[in-house]
Structure formats: structure tokens, C-alpha cells
């Protein structure tokens, strides 16, 4: 009998007080008064639809993403916690992150969030130049994000992430170097510092902002950000992913490890193994909130899981798999997929000879440009 990968649970929260340009969550602007109470009814009875698939099974992280979820206060948070543990268990030290916006934030509530079980907060920074931040429709000043951080740290959290873009409109390397350092000045535990990319479905793709970066000049953004980053004293563990030691996101880890979560809230997504047999299955909430909150409300569920068949399995696998920077086990790759690392090796042979990874019988790893490069590669994968 296979055993099942480690379980987290993701709680999306979908509003937001305005929709970044660039985003392509499933976010949506607030613009009536936010029901806390009649959401977190809705996210308990979610759960307990799913309960089945996931029995028995202790959850390892939980994370709260958005959207924005300190829209919902202390107070609620605490009473949405209460209730799942009452329906799952969780691991003694369980990690649970919260989102945080610094611009929506009512931060008298941090010290009542840490008091609910929150132990690890990511603010959205994005920048610290109030210019970039304007480009990028964001709602807080440079000042907000600062002051956020320092209120966090007063409340007792040594356990949060703030994330930073670059290759922002206009940007040069030494504009991206200052920017950084700032950020760095915070001293977190964590950062996540990617690259601003133009998505399907935004209002950047349909304005695109002028004067962005090259490729040339967004690789020596993402060399230098390496360099800085590792000097201030973390280690650079994912794509966009750094940490101090003992400060690892145990959530995210999970999920590029192809562990299994299970997702509540409009519009998330879970990927849970069932049966003997390493069977993968996966599905999607409702996503708009008003049509969700509608159906939690009935008798008729909220998501259907479908079963993930080979090729998408393979492609999945190494979707998340090849964001982490550590050597993927074959041994791994078989015991979470139920394939054979011959299927996978034979899939791979086309991508050999662009020096982008290197492969044995045992493991399979990115180079440093591969790393840089991972999602060209996933989309050739996603092509053979």
C-alpha cells in the first residue's frame, strides 16, 4: 500500500480593496461591504464536502492566500481556525501563513491574528520606490509597506516573507540593486523576489507598460539579486524563493515537491492521491465568489475531483518539481506519480542537449541557467 504524500490546506480569501494590473489570481475588486461572517460559513461547509477524500490524514501547513485575506479580521480568522481543527488535524507545530497587504491592513488585529494560530505572515510588497509602486496600481507607499513590517515584528512574528518585483517599466540594474537592499533592510525570514511578467487575462497585457527590461538585462537583474540576497544571509531555495535557515516555506515546499493539498475558498484548486494505486486527482472550486457562496449555501458540491492522467501527470510532476533548486530523486518521481522513471527519461531525451539540466539513473537536476530558464522548459515539456 502506497503511502500519501505529506497534506496542506489552502484557503483562498478572493477580494481585494483594487485589482493590480498585473495580476492573474482570482481576485476581485471589493465593492460592497465584505460579509466576513457568511464567507467563513461558506469556506467551513467547503470543507466539510472534501472531508472524505482527505480522512485520517494530518495537515502539515496551512496557507491563506487572495485576494487579500487580512480583509477579514483577527476575530474571524481565530473562529475560521477554531472550526478546521475541529474537522482536521494538524501537525503539533504546524506552520499557517497569512497573506497581508500592506495597504489593506488593520494592523491593531496583528497581535489577534498571532493569538489565532498565524505564525507566519507575506506581505505584498512588491517595491519600495513609491514611483514603481504607482506604476504597478499598488495601494500602500513605501512608508505603509516599512511600517507594516515594524508592526508585525511588535506583535511578535519572526516568521515572515516579504516579496519585491523586479524588472519593473524603466528599471535599470542599479535602480533594481537599491530597491533590493532596501527590502533586505527589513531583515525578514524569508523573500520572494521574481520577475514582473506580463499575463493573459490582465490589464497590463491589454496596456503593457513601456521601457520594461530586456532578457539580457532582466538575467543580470535576476544574477544580482542572487548575489545580494545570498550575502544578507539566505539561501536561495526556489525560482524566486529565499530563506534563512529554518525559515523554508514548509506550504510551498510541499506543493514543489508534488505533496497533496487540499484546496477551500472561491475558486482553489487541490490535488489530492487516492487509492492504492498513487492515482492523482485534482479540482477547482467555484470561482466567482458571489455563485460560491450561493452553493455553499446548498446541497450541491462545490467541486468535482477528475482523475490526472499520464502525460498531464509527467508535465504536472515537473511543473512544480523543477521551481525548487534541489535534485529531483527518481525514486521520488515514481513513489508520488505511481510512473516509471523510464517514461519520464524517455520524455526528457529531447531536451538533453541544451545544457539546461543534467541526468542520471538517479536524480535529475537544473543547471543555474536551466533554473533561470525552467519555464521555457515546462512549456516544451507541456509540447512533446
Known amino acids: 500500500m502506497l ?43 467547503d470543507l466539510e464536502q472534501d472531508l472524505l477524500q482527505v480522512w485520517g490524514r494530518t495537515v502539515s501547513a496551512v496557507f491563506m492566500g487572495g485576494g487579500t485575506p ?38 491593531d488585529d496583528l497581535a489577534i491574528y498571532r493569538e489565532a494560530g498565524i505564525n507566519r505572515l507575506s506581505f505584498g510588497i512588491q517595491s519600495l520606490d513609491d514611483q514603481q509602486l504607482k506604476k504597478l496600481g499598488r495601494i500602500h507607499s513605501a512608508e505603509q509597506a516599512v511600517c507594516a ?24 540594474l542599479e535602480a533594481a540593486k537599491i530597491d533590493l537592499m532596501q527590502l533586505l533592510a527589513l531583515s525578514s525570514s524569508h523573500v520572494s523576489y521574481y520577475q514582473l511578467t506580463i499575463e493573459e487575462n490582465t490589464l497590463f497585457a491589454v496596456k503593457t507598460p513601456q521601457y520594461l527590461p530586456d532578457e539580457e538585462l532582466l538575467y543580470d537583474m535576476y544574477l544580482q539579486g542572487q548575489q545580494l540576497i545570498k550575502a544578507a544571509g539566505f539561501e536561495h531555495y526556489e525560482v524566486s524563493a529565499y530563506a534563512r535557515e529554518g525559515f523554508k ?18 475558486g482553489a484548486h487541490s490535488k489530492i492521491s487516492m487509492g492504492n494505486s498513487g492515482e492523482v486527482w485534482r479540482g477547482i472550486k467555484q470561482k466567482h465568489p458571489t455563485q460560491y457562496l450561493k452553493l455553499a449555501k446548498s446541497t ?21 518539481h523543477l521551481r525548487i533548486k534541489e535534485p529531483i530523486r527518481w525514486s521520488h518521481f515514481e513513489s508520488t506519480t505511481g510512473l516509471s522513471r523510464v517514461f519520464a527519461m524517455e520524455s526528457l531525451e529531447e531536451l538533453t542537449d541544451q545544457g539546461w539540466f543534467t541526468m542520471d539513473q538517479q536524480t535529475f537536476e537544473l543547471t543555474t541557467k536551466g533554473f533561470f530558464l525552467s519555464d521555457q522548459i515546462l512549456q516544451q515539456l507541456l509540447n512533446i
Open 3 to 45: 503511502v500519501p504524500p505529506p497534506l496542506s490546506l489552502y484557503i483562498h480569501f478572493p477580494w481585494c480593496v483594487k485589482k493590480c494590473p498585473y495580476c492573474d489570481f482570482n481576485s476581485h475588486e471589493l465593492k460592497t461591504e465584505l460579509q466576513q461572517q457568511d464567507y467563513i460559513d461558506a469556506l467551513i461547509a
Open 70 to 107: 487580512s480583509l477579514f479580521s483577527g476575530k474571524m480568522m481565530r473562529q475560521l481556525l477554531s472550526r478546521i481543527r475541529a474537522l482536521l488535524p494538524f501537525k503539533p507545530d504546524i506552520e499557517i501563513t497569512m497573506e497581508a497587504n500592506p495597504g489593506s491592513q488593520e494592523f
Open 149 to 172: 513590517v515594524s508592526l508585525a515584528k511588535k506583535a511578535g512574528f519572526d516568521n515572515f516573507n516579504v516579496d519585491m518585483m523586479f524588472g519593473l517599466p524603466g528599471q535599470d
Open 249 to 266: 516555506s514548509q506550504h510551498n515546499l510541499n506543493y514543489w515537491r508534488f505533496g497533496d493539498y487540499l484546496g477551500i475558498g472561491a
Open 300 to 320: 450541491e458540491r462545490l467541486m468535482e475531483f477528475n482523475k490526472v492522467d499520464e502525460a498531464n501527470l509527467l508535465f504536472e510532476f515537473f511543473l512544480n
